[in-house]
């Protein structure tokens, strides 16, 4: 009759629902990040752990730009992965896009620190000299792109400008 079925459907409706949470995607995704010194190093690499962002970002920050540096994440996985993040090339700090072609690094934890990172960039004044022969070049960032100098053996400027971004 209509009204057992209505008595089945308020049963159906205050039965509890088992849901299964999978414990790889209730806990955290990033396990640490760390900071590799020099990409070019030959030998085993000098890689630091970090179990915060700021003191991660500290550490890679405090290495000159002379050397080819990364920021990466190692992730919680039971096979264990990692990828950098930001390298260090030519003196440029990059940011790498790698985790959006790996389904499970684009996520919103990661996508969240990525945005951290890209901050931090964009906050941090960078600068760095080179020696090219009895001359010297020195790059640094600004607001609105690089400005670089040029200067004789006796450290006298000899030309210059600003370099703009193209956004």
Not at 14 to 34: G, N
Not at 80 to 91: E, K, V
Not at 119 to 135: K, S
Request: a negative charge; glycine letters at 4%.
């Amino acid at each position: 009759t209509l009204d057992d079925e209505r008595i089945r459907n308020a049963i159906i409706e205050c039965t509890p629902q088992l849901v299964v949470i999978d414990p790889i995607q209730s806990k955290a995704f990033i396990d640490h990040y760390y900071v590799v010194e020099d990409l070019a190093v030959r030998g085993p690499l000098a890689i630091k752990e970090y179990q915060s962002l700021d003191e991660a970002l500290a550490a890679y920050f405090a290495i000159p730009n002379d050397r080819l540096k990364a920021l990466g994440i190692q992730n919680t996985n039971p096979m264990p992965g990692s990828l950098d993040f930001i390298q260090c090339q030519n003196g440029i700090d990059t940011m790498t896009l790698d985790f959006t072609a790996v389904e499970v690094w684009n996520n919103p934890e990661i996508q969240a620190v990525h945005a951290e990172l890209e901050l931090a960039l964009a906050l941090h004044d960078t600068e760095i000299a080179y020696e090219l022969g009895d001359r010297y070049f020195m790059i640094q960032t600004t607001a609105d792109g690089f400005d670089y100098s040029f200067y004789d053996q006796n450290y006298r400027l000899i030309d210059g400008g600003i370099l703009e971004n193209r956004k």
